[in-house]
């Protein structure tokens, strides 16, 4: 076995682009939008309760689909079972 040298080993850049854009979108959407969201949703007369709604969204999602309940449904557990 032979083990490279860490000063040989060299990231590419051009490898983990799509995933710089990917956490770049999202954290845009996360400072960006969110903060701004109840404001442009008073402005076109929501009530309180949709404002709440709506903010609450992207966190649920996130849980549900980032790594949590529905992936691991949807994905992991037919895999398990076909196995």
Known sequence: MTIQDPA???LNFKRILPVLVIVL?????LTIIIPLLPLYAARFGSS???IGVLQ????????LVGGGILTTL?????RMVKA
């Open 74 to 78: 949807w994905l992991i557990a037919p």
């Open 8 to 10: 040989t080993e060299k």
């Open 48 to 50: 309180p309760l949709i």
């Open 25 to 29: 979108v999202d954290l845009m959407g």
């Open 56 to 63: 609450a969204t992207y966190p649920i999602m996130q849980f």
